[in-house]
T-cell receptor, first 110, second 111 residues
Framework: TQLLEQSPQFLSIQEGENLTVYCNSSSVFSSLQWYRQEPGEGPVLLVTVVTGGEVKKLKRLTFQFGDARKDSSLHITAAQPGDTGLYLCAGSNTGNQFYFGTGTSLTVIP | EAGVVQSPRYKIIEKKQPVAFWCNPISGHNTLYWYRQNLGQGPELLIRYENEEAVDDSQLPKDRFSAERLKGVDSTLKIQPAELGDSAVYLC?????????FGPGTRLTVT
């Protein structure tokens, strides 16, 4: 089993604050995805990173893949209430298997 | 383009009853996944199909769960008989390249 640990598990912040979510593993992945899931819906893909050290930006969200392709981070600048949700990372190997992280539940208070 | 479609969205059954979930993946996506997700946690893989072949079902509780993907398109997941601990959201996803796309899930409540 290839485990992905996310931290923190829960996060409650005020609107306008910055935050970082971490996704760590002892395993190497060929790619890593970040998803956001809202209540009653399935996870929605935010980004895929495939190169060690890669940084991708999606508006106020910045995603980084670790140099060794074992870890990743998601940084949100000036959080908005619409950012509220469950954030999931998922590592993929060449066998088309996806291993999901433990999840980070984010609440942004207006 | 339509996304992954799942039905029903919600199901409430009594324990020991059977239940079935249906999934229609995105057209052209050959890989299909069934996951189970408990509240606030990440999805856990139950079974993965490549076309009509189940290539990874090691996490599927085969004494009560079964799945099929006839013709390599739609898929059904069945539980018989259901137990209280089966209450969860059952997610279907399909994959293209590095990325997988999820349906809205079926929330199962076993009473």
């Amino acid at each position: 089993t290839q485990l992905l640990e996310q931290s923190p598990q829960f996060l409650s912040i005020q609107e306008g604050e910055n935050l970082t979510v971490y996704c760590n593993s002892s395993s190497v992945f060929s790619s890593l995805q970040w998803y956001r899931q809202e209540p009653g819906e399935g996870p929605v893909l935010l980004v895929t990173v495939v190169t060690g050290g890669e940084v991708k930006k999606l508006k106020r969200l910045t995603f980084q893949f670790g140099d060794a392709r074992k870890d990743s981070s998601l940084h949100i600048t000036a959080a908005q209430p619409g950012d509220t949700g469950l954030y999931l990372c998922a590592g993929s190997n060449t066998g088309n298997q996806f291993y999901f992280g433990t999840g980070t539940s984010l609440t942004v208070i207006p | 383009e339509a996304g992954v479609v799942q039905s029903p969205r919600y199901k409430i059954i009594e324990k020991k009853q059977p239940v079935a979930f249906w999934c229609n993946p995105i057209s052209g996506h050959n890989t299909l996944y069934w996951y189970r997700q408990n509240l606030g946690q990440g999805p856990e893989l139950l079974i993965r199909y490549e076309n009509e072949e189940a290539v990874d079902d090691s996490q599927l509780p085969k004494d009560r769960f079964s799945a099929e993907r006839l013709k390599g398109v739609d898929s059904t997941l069945k539980i018989q008989p259901a137990e209280l601990g089966d209450s969860a959201v059952y997610l279907c996803a399909s994959r293209l390249g590095y990325e997988q796309y999820f349906g809205p899930g079926t929330r199962l409540t076993v009473t």
